[in-house]
Every structure is written in C-alpha cells, then in structure tokens.
C-alpha cells in the first residue's frame, strides 16, 4: 500500500533536481547559438563614392561557461549583398562580402530580476567587394579588400519580463587596433597603376541591439557603426614610370542595421 507514495516522492525529487538543473534566464547561456539575419548597409566616403543595399547573413556562437559566471565566447559572422555604388558614375549588383570572427570574455553578475555581464575581447573583420567594369560614366573598378582588427568592449544586461520571457539590451565600444585596405588597381588596366597596401592606424565604432530571449530562441534588432580615418599614403604607380603618384585609403563611415533570429542547441 506505500508503493504508490513511494513512486510519487521519487517523481517529485527527480522533478526538483531537473528543475534546479535549468539553466538561469539571467545569466550567459552555454552551447550554441545558429541564425540567420537580414540588413541594411551603407559604406560612404564623403564626397567620393557611396555604397548602399540590403545582405542576408548567417551568425553563430559557441559559448562556454563556468560556476564563477565567468563566460568565453566564439561569434562568427558572414553577410553577403549585391550592392548599389554611387561615385565615379554608378553601378548596380556589386558583389559585397563581410565576415566576422570574435573572441570575448566576461562575467555574469546576476540579480532576483535583473543581470550584468561585461566582457572584452578580440575582433576580426574582413570585407571583399568587387568593382571590376566600367560604370555609367565608363570608370573602371577594381576589387577591395578591407582587413580591421578591433577590441570589443561592452556589457549585456538583462532584465526577467516574466513567463519566461528575457529582455536583453546590449551596448559595446568597439576599439579600433589596426587596418589594412588592399586595392587591386591593377584591375583597371590602366596602364602604370598597380595594386596598393595602406595602413589604417585610427578609427573607433560601436554596436547595440536589443533582443528578446525564451527558451532556445532569441531574436531582436541590432545596428553597427565604423568610423575609420584617412590611411598612410602608398604609391600607386610602378617604379618603372619614375614617379611616385601616391594613394590614399580616404576617411570613411559605415552603418549597418538589421534584424536577427537564433536558435539555442
């Protein structure tokens, strides 16, 4: 007759263990994150040329985490457009490729109701697009190929709605260390130019979204922002012409915004 109260508190004792095995909404998530999003871009260097279009991408993110609520990070990013360029004349579905690696660390500091986790990093980008022809005007393009190396800084916070449901706002500077723009001028074929390296030595940018969370999903709204001076000069004409006609990777701003869903194995 005590075999049925027996079973019923051994169910209710392996309920209360799962139970206290979930993870806290509040706090970093271990495992992996895959989505996918969509944007709005715009590249424009003043009074020189302008490039602009909608990408889709795909993001994912592999996160470990610890007792301490210290956290590690892997994010990983690709966003491919076909873009509108305005400048030296115009042109339409100009191959625009973005890919993204970063590794972040930080720390869980979690409330009854609200969380903070700050975190610092390491950041990589790199763009390719492809100008190759003539535009409306009969210009040439060429390919380029931007490399940044960046330092994240930022913080996450989140705040329990209720029924499950995460509010999450995040804010993060992004410190720019070094640059790198390879020109292929050689694609013109005017005759002289040659490809050129430049140095970018200054820059800033940021980022901010504001997701929700439940469960394994996550979705919200982001945008992104890149602030990067004039380089170095180079010369951009062969050393057999005798002179040195120099080149300049110009001061530019890029702004980015766009929605994103995930999902959490």
Request: aromatic share 10%.
């Amino acid at each position: 007759m005590r075999r049925i109260p027996d079973i019923a508190a051994v169910l209710l004792a392996a309920s209360s263990a799962a139970i206290a095995q979930q993870p806290d909404p509040l706090a970093t998530r271990a495992g992996l994150e895959v989505g996918a999003q969509v944007a709005h871009y715009e590249y424009l260097e003043p009074d020189i040329a302008k490039l602009s279009g909608n990408r889709l991408g795909v993001v994912g993110t592999g996160t470990l985490t610890g007792d301490s609520g210290i956290f590690g990070k892997i994010d990983l990013r690709e966003s491919y457009g076909r873009l509108d360029y305005q400048g030296s004349g115009s042109k339409t579905g100009v191959p625009d490729l973005i890919l993204e690696a970063r590794a972040l660390v930080g720390l869980d500091w979690v409330g009854a109701s609200v969380s903070l986790s700050p975190y610092l990093g390491l950041g990589y980008r790199y763009l390719f697009d492809d100008l190759r022809g003539n535009s409306s005007t009969g210009a040439a393009g060429y390919r380029r190929y931007s490399n940044y190396l960046y330092a994240p800084v930022g913080f996450t916070t989140r705040f329990r709605l209720g029924d499950g449901w995460v509010l999450a706002p995040a804010l993060e500077a992004d410190v720019f260390l070094l640059g790198k723009q390879i020109s292929k001028l050689s694609d013109t074929g005017i005759a002289g130019l040659i490809d050129a390296t430049n140095t970018q030595h200054s820059g800033r940018g940021h980022r901010v979204a504001l997701m929700m969370e439940k469960d394994r999903w996550v979705f919200g709204a982001w945008t992104h922002y890149w602030h990067i001076q004039a380089s170095d000069t180079q010369c951009v004409t062969a050393p057999a012409s005798g002179v040195c006609q120099k080149g300049v990777e110009p001061e530019n701003y890029t702004r980015e915004s766009g929605v994103e869903l995930r999902y959490r194995f």
